[in-house]
């Protein structure tokens, strides 16, 4: 393997390298969305199984279960909505509040989506060894974040908590 600055750097560069890994799994998903013929993003099958699980949601919903903040999933469902993927309903208690939902298309669609997802699964889990438990690392590290971030850890590191 070729020389790697930020692997040199170890855990300072840990979000560097999960940044710099998400970004290469994104561009080779558009990379074979495209060449498989279909104008979907890779991030929209987060919304497309929301949707197949709860029917309906809202854009606060959405953002609530995938712990995204809210106006990135404004863009994806914006987009995804101009695609055709996505029909909305106004909240008939609050006119300012729509509730998204899968259109014909997406459900016409959602058996070959499907497919290739399980197939992107079995690839990325022959990534691993069997007895891998890198899911399992990865949740303990978001529990970990969650209950104290960077900026607390190192300011405790320094003294200055």
Request: charged share 30%; proline share 2%; hydrophobic share 40%.
């Amino acid at each position: 393997m070729q020389y790697d600055f930020v692997n040199e750097l170890g855990y300072l560069g840990l979000a560097v390298r999960l940044k710099r890994l998400s970004d290469a799994m994104v561009h080779s998903g558009r990379q074979m969305y495209k060449e498989l013929g279909l104008d979907i993003e890779p991030n929209w099958f987060l919304i497309f199984r929301l949707l197949k699980k709860y029917n309906q949601l809202s854009v606060t919903e959405m953002a609530s279960k995938l712990h995204f903040s809210h106006p990135s999933v404004i863009t994806m469902v914006g987009k995804m909505e101009k695609a055709g993927y996505l029909n909305s309903t106004l909240d008939k208690s609050d006119s300012r509040k729509k509730h998204f939902f899968l259109s014909a298309k997406a459900e016409e669609n959602l058996p070959r989506f499907e497919e290739i997802w399980q197939a992107g699964t079995e690839g990325v889990k022959k990534l691993f060894s069997e007895d891998s438990n890198f899911l399992n690392l990865l949740e303990a590290l978001e529990v970990q974040y969650s209950q104290k971030d960077f900026k607390e850890r190192t300011l405790n590191e320094l003294g200055n908590e």
